[in-house]
């Protein structure tokens, strides 16, 4: 059920009355209810409101229910059935153990296949005491900052969760997010936000799930070079702290991010298709606080979190501002 509105502070156990007037059954019919996305209408400043989408079980035919009321539609959440495979001969290889990386090494290692992730820079611990040190004066390390280590760069740009809003999967991420340590309001805040704080530990506690199952992450290794036979991929080359090796690789995923231009050069050396993605330039703008939150709530700013804004420019020769 979709557009149920609270005024800001107003208890939230007031969705299922407003969930079942809409409805028209009585609030005692409504047998479960869970938020599935909140978000801050402040486009009129004199009626700042919240607007919720919630899940709702209810007693009786659902699908009269739903012909009574243009807000609610029935909905199957996506699920996720994984197959309990035999462990490989020649076990799976992630490269990278940023967002796509971890969410890779989590399904394979459910799914029993033992995966091994290679992750260049080091674990998120070690990497935050490096990042402290470096942004104290310390020597910058190319292997351990904010774009390589654990959790990827996004660890440390304080835990903003950018996604889609139609596509299916996403509740199961932002789901996953949440069951290892993440505030559950991620799960339907319109902005997610995790905070870098959190981040550091649910990376973590991910990781070793992920171990749980029997999968293997090693720290601190770099792929620099790979092989192939018959036109598939054999074998990786591996810079590690003892030494480079040979890693027997039959299915690789390159979960590499942007920063890695090392191993693209790599890649495109041997051959590997590849194509370019859209760059931004960008500058850091800084305002108080205060004045934005006063030109997005005007006088309801202090009952109300911190506000936030987005502008855009599209210009006739196809480049584009925003924010």
Not at 256 to 266: P, V
């Amino acid at each position: 059920m979709s557009n149920l509105k609270l005024a800001p502070g107003a208890d939230e156990a007031q969705l299922r009355t407003l969930a079942a007037g809409a409805l028209k059954v009585q609030p005692q019919d409504i047998t479960g209810l869970r938020i599935r996305k909140k978000s801050l209408d402040a486009r009129k400043k004199d009626d700042i409101h919240y607007v919720y989408t919630v899940g709702v079980t209810v007693r009786g035919d659902e699908r009269k229910l739903v012909r009574r009321c243009r807000t609610a539609a029935i909905v199957q959440d996506k699920t996720y059935p994984i197959p309990r495979i035999a462990p490989p001969q020649t076990r799976p290889v992630i490269v990278g153990f940023g967002p796509a990386g971890m969410f890779a090494a989590l399904l394979l290692a459910r799914a029993g296949a033992r995966p091994i992730v290679l992750e260049r820079g080091p674990d998120a611990q070690t990497r935050s005491a490096q990042i402290a040190a470096f942004r104290a004066g310390g020597p910058f390390d190319p292997e351990c900052n904010v774009q390589f280590g654990e959790g990827g760069a996004g660890t440390f740009s304080d835990g903003k969760l950018n996604t889609g809003t139609h596509d299916a999967r996403i509740g199961f991420v932002l789901a996953e997010f949440a069951a290892h340590g993440a505030p559950e309001h991620i799960t339907y805040d319109a902005k997610p936000h995790i905070g870098t704080d959190v981040l550091v530990e649910v990376v973590q506690n991910l990781r070793h799930e992920v171990i749980d199952r029997g999968g293997e992450v090693r720290f601190g290794h770099r792929v620099t070079g790979l092989s192939t036979e018959n036109g598939h991929i054999a074998a990786l080359t591996v810079a590690g702290p003892a030494g480079s090796y040979t890693l027997p690789a039959r299915q690789v995923i390159l979960a590499i991010g942007h920063s890695a231009r090392d191993t693209f050069e790599m890649l495109h050396a041997q051959g590997v298709p590849m194509e370019p993605k859209p760059f931004s330039m960008g500058v850091r703008i800084e305002h108080r606080q205060a004045d934005i939150n006063a030109a997005q709530y005007g006088a309801a700013a202090e009952r109300l979190p911190a506000a936030d804004y987005s502008l855009s420019c599209h210009l006739p020769d196809g480049s584009s501002a925003y924010t």
